[in-house]
C-alpha cells in the first residue's frame, strides 16, 4: 500500500503578521501616553499661573482694606467733630433760654412796679378829691399834689421806657435763639444726609450681588431672596441636629462667595461694607451635649457657613456672625412645612 503524504501547515506568516499588530499597537498606545503628558503638564502650568493671579488678588484685597480702614477713621472723627458742634450749640440753646427766663422775670416785676404806681396814683387821686371836697381853699396843698402827680407821671414815662427796652432786647433774644434753632437744624440735617448717603453707598453693589446670585439659584426652592437677604434653607448644607456642611453644601457657599468677591473687588475703597452671616432654627426644642439649646446650634451653623467663605477668600474683619434659634422666624411654627422654612441661614451685604 501506499502511504499518503501527510500535508506540513506553515505557521510562521501569521505569527509576525500578529508579532507586527501587537507592535503597531504598542505604539500607538505609547503615542497616546506621551500626548496625554503633555496635556497634563500644561493643564499644571495653567493651574499654578492662576493660582500666583489669586495670590496677587489676596494681597490686592488686603492693600484695599488698609485703604478703607483709614478712610472709615477720618469719617468717624468728621462725625464726632459734627457731633460735639451739636452738643455746644445745644448749650448755648440752653443758656439763651436762661437768659430769656431771666429777662422775662424782671420784664414781669417791671409790670408789676408799674401796677403799682398806677394803684398808688389812682390812691392818691382819690384822696385828692377827698381832700378837694373838704378843703377847697387848701390852693397851695393842690399844687404840691400835681407835682406829685407829674413826678409820678415822669416815674411811668420813664418806666414805660424801661420796659420798651427790655422788649426790644427780648424780640432780641428772641431772633437770636431763632437762628440757632436754625442753624441746630442744618446741623442737623446735614448729619442726616450724610448717614442716609452711608446706609445707600451699598446698594448698587447689593442689588448687583443679588442679581448674580439669582442667576446660580436658578429654580431651586431651597434658596430664594427675600428682601435684602439671601435665604438658604439649612437642609441643603446640613442633616438634623448637626452643623456640618455636606460637599453639596460647600459647593453652594463657595458659588456664593466668588460672586461676592468679584462683586465686593468693585466696590470703592472708601466704602466699608461687611457680610452678615445668620443662623435660624425652628422652635422644636434640641438638648444634646453639643448643642444645649437651638442657640447654639443656630450659631454653629453660621459659623460653619463663615468658616468656608473665609477658607474661599473673605477676610474674617469683613464677616459678622450672629446666631437666634427660633427667635426670628419667617413664618409661625405651627406645622412641618413652615417649620422647615424657618430652618435657615441669611446672608446679608450691609455695612457695619
Do not use: C
Not at 501569521?14 to 503615542?31: E, Q, R
Not at 453693589?205 to 446670585?213: A, H, I, M, P
Not at 439649612?234 to 462667595?257: C, D, H, L, W
Not at 470703592?268 to 448643642?291: A, R
Amino acid at each position: 500500500m501506499r502511504r499518503k503524504k501527510i500535508g506540513v501547515i506553515n505557521i510562521w506568516p501569521g505569527f509576525v503578521d500578529a508579532i507586527s499588530t501587537l507592535l503597531l499597537v504598542f505604539v500607538f498606545l505609547l503615542a497616546i501616553l506621551m500626548v496625554s503628558e503633555n496635556f497634563l503638564t500644561q493643564s499644571l502650568t495653567g493651574k499654578n499661573t492662576a493660582l500666583d493671579n489669586l495670590r496677587l488678588k489676596i494681597e490686592t484685597l488686603e492693600l484695599n482694606i488698609k485703604d478703607s480702614s483709614k478712610k472709615n477713621k477720618s469719617l468717624s472723627n468728621l462725625l464726632d467733630a459734627l457731633n460735639f458742634q451739636l452738643e455746644k450749640l445745644k448749650l448755648d440753646k440752653l443758656n439763651i433760654e436762661k437768659n430769656l427766663r431771666e429777662e422775662s422775670r424782671n420784664n414781669k416785676n417791671l409790670l408789676l412796679n408799674i401796677t403799682d404806681l398806677e394803684n398808688k396814683i389812682k390812691i392818691l387821686i382819690d384822696q385828692l378829691g377827698i381832700e378837694k371836697l373838704i378843703i377847697s381853699d387848701q390852693k397851695n396843698l393842690n399844687k404840691e399834689q400835681n407835682i406829685i402827680i407829674e413826678d409820678l407821671n415822669k416815674n411811668i414815662l420813664t418806666l414805660n421806657q424801661e420796659l420798651l427796652k427790655v422788649q426790644t432786647a427780648l424780640k432780641k433774644s428772641n431772633k437770636d435763639i431763632e437762628n440757632k434753632n436754625i442753624e441746630i437744624s442744618d446741623l442737623g440735617s446735614q448729619l442726616n444726609k450724610a448717614l442716609e448717603e452711608k446706609v445707600g453707598e451699598l446698594e448698587e453693589y447689593r442689588s448687583e450681588f443679588f442679581g448674580e446670585l439669582k442667576k446660580i439659584i436658578g429654580k431651586e426652592k431651597e434658596i430664594n431672596i427675600v428682601g435684602d437677604r439671601f435665604v438658604l434653607q439649612s437642609e441643603v448644607f446640613f442633616q438634623s441636629g448637626s452643623a456640618r456642611i455636606g460637599p453639596e453644601g460647600k459647593k453652594k457657599v463657595k458659588e456664593i462667595t466668588d460672586i461676592l468677591i468679584f462683586i465686593t473687588n468693585k466696590i470703592p475703597s472708601n466704602i466699608n461694607w461687611l457680610i452678615q452671616v445668620e443662623g435660624h432654627t425652628d422652635n422644636i426644642p434640641i438638648s444634646t451635649e453639643e448643642f444645649p439649646s437651638n442657640w447654639e446650634l443656630s450659631t454653629a451653623r453660621a459659623i460653619s457657613v463663615a468658616k468656608i467663605m473665609m477658607k474661599n477668600g473673605i477676610s474674617s474683619d469683613k464677616i459678622n456672625v450672629a446666631g437666634y434659634g427660633e427667635h426670628k422666624p419667617l413664618t409661625k411654627n405651627n406645622n412641618s412645612i413652615n417649620r422647615e422654612k424657618n430652618r435657615r441661614i441669611e446672608l446679608k451685604l450691609t455695612q457695619p
